[in-house]
C-alpha cells in the first residue's frame, strides 16, 4: 500500500507458473531484514516465496527432499 495515495495492488502467485501456490492462500508474510524491497509470504503446504517489489515478481522454494 502507498502511505501516501492510500493506493495499494494486488499481487497473486498464479497456479499455472509451477503450482507455487494454486489457491493464493498466505499464512504469513514477513519483511527481508537486509532488504526493504522484498517480501517473504508463506502458505498452507507451499513451502515459501519471495517477493522482490522492484520487479513484481515470485521465486518460490520448496523443501522437496529426494525419496
Not at 532488504?35 to 522454494?61: C, H, K
Amino acid at each position: 500500500m502507498n502511505s501516501k495515495t492510500s493506493e495499494h495492488k494486488r499481487f497473486l502467485i498464479e497456479s499455472n507458473k509451477g503450482a507455487v501456490n494454486p489457491l493464493n492462500f498466505l499464512h504469513e508474510v514477513k519483511p527481508d531484514p537486509a532488504d526493504p524491497n522484498i517480501l517473504w509470504v508463506g502458505g498452507p503446504g507451499t513451502g515459501i516465496a519471495r517477493f522482490d517489489m522492484r520487479i513484481e515478481q515470485f521465486t518460490s522454494y520448496r523443501n522437496d527432499p529426494p525419496r
